[in-house]
């Protein structure tokens, strides 16, 4: 298994907006900071990035930012996975030319029930598309969203095809019997298997896995990256369980108005409410179950600066 290969906490990092909702690269770049000074990595551009309502140049562009900002590429794993195969190559070439560790990958999610042929097509094409030894595929399975599921079969045919480019996947399914079933197929090959949730990161490590890629570590960066290093120990269960309660709260509500929101309060920066159209910001009720639950839990969030 290659030694150099990103692990750990994951954070598909929100997206802030300008007034005139265009991207806001000067607090992406800062919130980012924060997350790595929390020693957490950046899955910048995946679902709760609001990734699919940006396009291909304003995700480079963001990219780009990033990397002249001093951010290490080595901490990133940017979505990459488009509807159009060619943006999907556009965007994994532009990742692999800026140095990032890996992309996460979408399979292509517009038509439903295709067949894992074409699926295997989609991402042998991008692969070929890119020509570049340095790719790092980390598959992105998320059927409740995208409705099209990434098959064990399809897994073991990619990997079979590009053993040192489809190196592993992030299941987002919210089923542990389908993680556990990739970890006990692929994980002792060195396939790299990350949880969706902070919910599942100890059951995730107990059996091989990775780490997470969670939407919770926007804002909870500490005690899930303590639990990742911990994980074998006495108080594992313990830390769990605090972890799950803050993450309850966090989807008692929409989860990314509710991550802007949380990281708008802690900040004292109202910039961060901002959404890009159809979603929109939590409602009067909703932000106050948030904030009340939040605080019930002695929440915080340390060092996260405002603007």
């Known amino acids: 298994m290659s030694?150099?290969?990103?692990?750990?906490?994951?954070?598909?990092?929100?997206?802030p907006f300008k007034q005139d909702l265009s991207p806001d690269a000067e607090r992406l770049i800062s919130h980012c900071k924060w997350l790595v000074s929390q020693r957490v990595g950046l899955a910048v551009f995946g679902t709760n990035s609001e990734a699919n309502s940006l396009s291909a140049n304003e995700r480079m562009?963001?990219?780009?930012?990033?990397?002249?900002?001093?951010?290490?590429?080595?901490?990133?794993?940017?979505?990459?996975?488009?509807?159009?195969?060619s943006d999907s190559i556009r965007l994994s070439e532009h990742a692999v030319k800026l140095g990032v560790a890996g992309v996460l990958m979408l399979p292509p999610f517009y038509y439903k029930g295709v067949s894992d042929e074409g699926l295997y097509r989609n991402f042998s094409e991008v692969i070929q598309g890119v020509g570049d030894a340095r790719l790092r595929i980390y598959l992105y399975h998320i059927p409740p969203v995208s409705q099209v599921p990434i098959s064990l079969a399809l897994i073991e045919r990619l990997i079979k095809a590009y053993p040192q480019t489809v190196v592993g996947l992030k299941d987002s399914s919210g089923d542990w019997n389908n993680t556990k079933a990739v970890l006990d197929a692929f994980a002792k090959t060195g396939f790299d298997v990350f949880a969706g949730s902070e919910s599942f990161l100890l059951q995730n490590m107990r059996h091989g896995g990775a780490g997470c890629i969670t939407a919770g570590a926007n804002v909870n960066p500490a005690m899930i990256t303590s639990l990742y290093d911990a994980w074998k120990g006495a108080g594992a269960e313990s830390m769990q369980k605090a972890i799950d309660d803050i993450r309850n709260v966090l989807q008692s509500v929409p989860m990314i108005p509710a991550l802007k929101r949380t990281i708008a309060h802690y900040s004292g920066d109202m910039a961060w409410n901002r959404l890009r159209p159809p979603l929109t910001e939590l409602n009067a009720a909703q932000e106050q179950q948030l904030l009340q639950g939040l605080e019930k839990l002695d929440f915080g969030m340390p060092g996260i600066k405002s603007k």
Not at 3 to 15: E, H, N
Request: hydrophobic share 45%; with cysteine; net charge positive.
């Open 3 to 15: 030694q150099d290969r990103i692990k750990g906490v994951l954070s598909p990092v929100v997206t």
């Open 61 to 85: 562009a963001l990219l780009e930012a990033l990397v002249n900002a001093g951010i290490d590429p080595k901490r990133m794993m940017p979505g990459t996975g488009c509807c159009a195969l």
